[in-house]
């Protein structure tokens, strides 16, 4: 194994040993820098990123063995390196990469998942961009293949997620109806490619996407809010639609009786990401598709704020409270 001498023996991290509320995300300046497995790469981590999915494992509503690191996403430089494959990845490569434990200043990580990242993409933006960009696109490619001129409807079109859709969206040709709940995050998901918005606390969505689709209903639904939305989005979809539920920010959806589909021929999918990045070679085309939008195509990459490791516990309140726009980072 390829090492650093000067790696220090403890680190900063976030840990919780339990489930619940934001309290219970400790801050510690006491863990053991982990050592890099076959397989792994060891990453000093700059900037990590914060997603929704992180507050399901605080919670217990994803379960998962206590005491955990959270965090599934980070950029920075690889300082060693475990035996085996590492995917041609050395010690002072600049890498983005997917996992667990991120909340830390070092995690000893999967190299099949962590990809190198190019010159001209800025720092921060690579962790700003990974998960949420990586999900919007095989959202729509996969999920639901998006054709030009398809009428689609995304949920907090204002969000993380929601602002890659409405870039991608925009790119392909379709025609996006985006929902929020603000003046400011309305403005924002128009300027980020939505065609039409629908503020959620004064209107009802299913009325006005038959409003605006002459009757018709879209294409697909992409839906990451959950429980407080599906009903609606299904009354939204369109005869033969896909309806893609994607999370669950109002809470997990109930079970769905599945001859409900049959009254428009309905698609219902569940998708998670990691069963369209499965492969080195679907994580490394996706991943370059997505680096190449930002660096080439100049697609935004919203940073709401960047909140000092120790600030978890604020962020996640702010995540939670729908009071962001685009990207959270922690700084370790």
Not at 94 to 113: D, I, L, N, P, Q
Not at 213 to 220: L, W
Request: proline share 5%; hydrophobic share 40%.
């Amino acid at each position: 194994m390829a090492s650093s001498t000067s790696l220090p023996k403890t680190m900063k991290g976030i840990l919780i040993e339990k489930t619940g509320g934001t309290e219970v995300l400790q801050y510690k300046t006491d863990l053991p820098v982990p050592t890099p497995k076959e397989g792994e790469i060891l990453v000093k981590n700059d900037y990590i990123g914060i997603n929704y999915i992180d507050t399901y494992f605080r919670t217990g509503l994803y379960p998962s063995p206590k005491p955990e690191i959270l965090g599934r996403e980070a950029e920075g430089s690889i300082v060693s390196i475990g035996s085996g494959n590492v995917y041609s990845l050395a010690p002072g490569d600049r890498v983005v990469w997917m996992g667990a434990s991120a909340y830390a200043e070092y995690t000893a990580c999967h190299a099949k998942y962590a990809m190198k990242i190019p010159s001209d993409i800025p720092e921060k933006h690579a962790a700003a961009a990974l998960l949420q960009g990586l999900t919007a696109l095989t959202l729509v490619r996969e999920a639901h293949k998006v054709e030009k001129g398809d009428w689609v409807l995304v949920h907090a079109a204002a969000g993380g997620v929601g602002l890659w859709l409405c870039q991608i969206l925009k790119a392909i040709g379709a025609r996006t109806i985006g929902t929020a709940s603000t003046a400011e995050k309305i403005d924002l998901a128009k300027k980020n490619g939505a065609e039409f918005m629908i503020d959620y606390s004064k209107d009802g969505v299913p009325e006005k996407v038959k409003e605006i689709t002459k009757g018709e209903g879209v294409r697909v639904v992409f839906d990451g809010v959950g429980k407080s939305t599906f009903d609606g989005s299904m009354e939204a979809v369109a005869r033969k639609g896909s309806m893609i539920s994607f999370g669950n920010a109002s809470g997990a959806v109930p079970p769905v009786t599945i001859a409900r589909l049959s009254a428009k021929n309905v698609k219902l999918a569940r998708p998670t990401l990691f069963n369209y990045l499965y492969t080195r070679d679907e994580i490394e085309g996706y991943s370059n598709e997505l680096f190449q939008m930002m660096s080439k195509d100049k697609m935004s990459v919203r940073i709401h704020e960047i909140y000092p490791l120790q600030d978890v516990a604020r962020a996640h309140n702010d995540l939670e409270g729908r009071k962001t726009t685009g990207k959270l980072l922690l700084k370790p």
